[in-house]
């Protein structure tokens, strides 16, 4: 039976209810009969995610640079560290205010720290496998200097949070965003972005053109999250629930992402990847539990991605 779009939106338009969405991704998008709507299923994500390898050490997993957190939102950054940690990554380093520093050790000692100065220091960032900006920077950080400098090397980035909102106020910046970068934004993040939208359709007709023009593929997060790819076509997401619906819980899926990127995974499969984990951690919690946690949602992500890897359909 054919699935519509309009099943996957808050609100209707006469246009979305329309539009077939296909069940799975393997569909090409040359081919006539092909929607650019795609419903992310499980085998795409088994086609997709990749075992860790026997004879492998940390430097294989990559190594992710979060910069992120100012003095009321440290949290922010410890979470985002949280989700690239237990997504995986080889090595995580974060960069915060030094009056962070003491929480950091604290509770996240497998973590690296970058002085906040050392960013200006552009060629030294160009080691790090995966740069993630935004959760929580707030403006106390020269966030306009950083990112024109991460522009400046053309290496791709992930921007969430108040990235985003520097961006939507720097137009011209945001157009000279590295090709291959992954954009996080929720709907009001979208909204600032891109201008304000009548209803859903209007704006992922925005996302379609805009992830085109930008040649990055944006992540509009929402209870079925849509991954648009630099052709436009839309990936939508399936896991996650209500439960998730607590402060923090993006942060943890820009540290996730930030980890897939570092860890090889091209910007389209990265963010599909970390849609997908993210929420599948967060199903696996709310089976038991009214309301989960980011803390607990990243943390639960190892397990949930190992029950999935070494699930057999036949079981
Ligand atoms: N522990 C921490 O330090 C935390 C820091 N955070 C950081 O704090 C900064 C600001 O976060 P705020 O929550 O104040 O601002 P946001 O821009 O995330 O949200 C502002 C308001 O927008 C609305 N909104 C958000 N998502 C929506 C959706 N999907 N649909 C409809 N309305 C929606 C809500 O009313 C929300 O209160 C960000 O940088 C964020 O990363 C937050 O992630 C929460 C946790
Ligand atoms: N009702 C829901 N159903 C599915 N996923 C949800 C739901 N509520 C929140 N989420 C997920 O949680 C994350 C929230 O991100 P965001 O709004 O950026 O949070 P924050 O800014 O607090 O970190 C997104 O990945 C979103 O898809």
Known sequence: MSVFLNT????????????????????????ASASPYKLIEEEDIRGLV?????????????????????????????????GCLYGGAGLTTLSIPESGLTALNSTLPEVMFLERKQLIKMKSLKKYNAVAIGPGIGKLLDGMAVLEGLFALKRPII??????????????????LPKDSILTPHVKEFDGLFGKHKNWWERLQTARTEAKKLGAVIVLKNQFTFIIDQQGDVMINQT??????????????????????????????????ACFFHGKAGDELAAHHINVTASEVAREIPKAVKRFIDFKPED
């Open 240 to 273: 996650g629930n209500p439960a998730m619906a607590q402060g923090g819980m993006g942060d943890v899926l820009t540290g996730l992402t930030a980890a897939y990127v570092a860890q090889g995974y091209s910007a389209k499969a990265a963010a599909i990847l």
């Open 159 to 176: 921007a969430d949070a108040d990235a985003l909102g520097l961006l939507a106020e720097h137009q011209d910046l945001l157009y000279h």
């Open 50 to 82: 990749k075992r860790r390898l026997p004879f492998s050490h940390k430097g294989t997993y990559g190594h992710a640079l979060i910069i992120a957190g100012e003095i009321r939102t440290m949290g922010a950054a410890m979470l985002s560290a949280k």
């Open 8 to 31: 996957f939106l808050p609100d209707t338009d006469p246009l979305s209810k329309l539009q077939v969405v296909d069940r799975g991704l393997n569909k090409q998008s040359t081919e």
